[in-house]
């Protein structure tokens, strides 16, 4: 018995044994299929790179699992990814709300201050130079929802009652609490001249100043002469602001020809594709039929039917897709032949960011294509300080990929999962040792059998 005991034993062994070794095993970059340099220049903890298009299209998973940052020992560092984007300038109309403004005589006692109030009660107090202008005064407020911040570019003026070639100068403040006031713009030209059939319109003041509700929230528009003020009707805050824009990444596909009135187009991996681009090169128009499949081995499914055409300076729109894996589209002609038109077909996705520690030294090399990869991106919240998540990635210096280079190779988009390699030698030596305890059984029975036999 002492030796089948230890034959169990040792099989248990053998099947742990192999378990142990993998999850001991660190990566290197010859476990992925290619690789760049990165040229990272101005000395930084954090860098970004925005990624190269072969690693969206020779990385083994659609989600980029399979990408990684080593350091110049070998060793894999810290990395993030996340959607690139580009800022993008957004101009917006905001009406003010316009309140005449006149002086209060009981209060206005003293040489240093004057006192203000608007038909409805507001009051307001002025100091300093901007008591010192005698014309008419309005009060221009924010409207009451706005709590985002904005620049303010230009003040956008309406009025009535000019006379012929009104010429006037203004003074524009600003306040959160109507009683300290700031500078705008000073002594600002504004006029509305005629002659003939010509009209010369300047209704605008102009500066730049970046407007926090609720920080600031009133304006102050001040004639410095009573002889040229006219009666303002309404007012605009020309606001520049910036937006987000998510940039996305074209993946052209390639041609394959099924028939004369069928071709496929494919990507070497399913892509997240979010809009699809079909451009005719010469000027044709066709119907068409369109199919997509998820990846290789899935069934075709429909997508739409379109004309897709370019002349006379048009061409056919983008279609919208919902970001799911797409590996190949089918395009058939309806009722007719592509014959020998040529049809550009690409899709785009969301391009990536990828944002990087420095740790240990450079040269860093970027890293992709293993299908054995598990994912090691980290949340942007573990490597971005809450102020840079605030102000953007845009703030980190770039860094640049350089030209491709061989790892491991093309088998690497065909390795094991080290998981899955372990789960299926732990399976064959399970099944070993099961295998090898039934024959022990069996013996240790048929040695009893043949003792029980003699002594009978």
């Known amino acids: 018995m002492k030796i089948v005991n230890n034959l169990l034993l040792w099989a248990l062994l053998a099947v742990a044994l192999p378990g142990w070794a993998q999850d001991e095993r660190q990566e290197t970059p010859q476990d992925y299929a290619w690789g760049a340099a990165i040229n990272a220049q101005t000395p930084s903890p954090l860098y970004q790179l ?16 399979d990408v990684r940052v080593f350091n110049q020992k070998g060793e894999t560092v810290p990395f993030t990814l996340i959607p690139d984007v580009q800022k993008n300038q957004q101009v917006e109309s905001l009406a003010l709300r316009v309140f005449p ?10 040489a240093d201050t004057l006192w203000l109030r608007s038909q409805n009660g507001i009051e307001i107090r002025l100091e ?3 008591k010192e202008a005698t014309g008419a005064r309005y009060l221009l407020a924010l409207p009451d929802g706005r709590k985002d911040e904005f620049t303010l570019s230009q003040l956008k003026l309406a009025w009535r009652d000019a006379p012929a070639n009104w010429q006037g100068r203004v003074d524009v403040f600003y306040s959160s609490d109507l009683k300290s006031w700031l500078p705008f713009a000073g002594d600002m030209p504004l006029m509305d001249l005629t002659t003939g059939g010509d009209r010369l319109l300047l209704d605008s003041v ?9 920080d600031i929230r009133y304006l102050l528009v001040v004639f410095r002469d009573a002889a040229h003020s006219v009666t303002l009707t309404g007012a605009t805050a020309i606001a520049k602001g910036h937006v987000d ?7 052209a596909a390639t041609e394959r ?3 004369s009135s069928v071709r496929e187009y494919h990507w070497p991996q399913p892509q997240p594709l979010v809009t699809l681009n079909l451009e005719m090169q010469n000027g044709q128009a066709l119907p068409v039929q369109i199919d997509y499949r998820r990846d290789a081995q899935a069934e075709w499914q429909p997508l739409t039917k379109k004309v897709i055409y370019q002349f006379n300076g048009s061409a056919s729109g983008a279609i919208a897709l919902d970001g799911g894996g ?8 309806i009722n007719g032949q592509l014959g020998d038109a040529q049809i550009a077909v690409s899709g785009e996705r969301v391009s990536q960011m990828l944002v990087f520690n420095a740790q240990g030294n450079g040269p860093f090399l970027l890293a992709w294509g293993n299908k054995a990869a598990r994912t090691q991106a980290l ?3 573990m490597l971005l300080p809450p102020e840079l998540r605030q102000s953007g990635a845009g703030t980190l210096p770039y860094a640049d990929a350089q030209e491709k280079i061989t790892l491991g190779g093309e088998a690497r988009l065909t390795a094991v999962d080290p998981v899955e390699q372990r789960s299926q030698w732990q399976t064959m030596l399970l099944w070993a040792a099961l295998v090898l305890g039934v024959l022990v059984f069996i013996w240790i029975a048929l040695k009893i059998w043949r003792e029980v036999r003699g002594q009978a």
Do not use: F
């Not at 925005?50 to 699992?65: I, K, Q």
């Open 326 to 333: 797409v590996q190949a589209i089918r395009v058939t002609a």
């Open 206 to 214: 102009e500066n730049t100043m970046t407007i926090m509700p609720p």
């Open 128 to 130: 300093g130079d901007v």
């Open 379 to 381: 949340e942007e919240t």
């Open 245 to 251: 824009d998510v940039k996305n990444i074209p993946l």
């Open 50 to 65: 925005s990624l190269p298009e072969n690693v969206y299209t020779e990385s083994a998973w659609s989600d980029l699992r």
């Open 101 to 110: 403004v006149a002086a209060m005589p009981e209060k206005n006692t003293g």
């Open 257 to 259: 020809a099924v028939s």
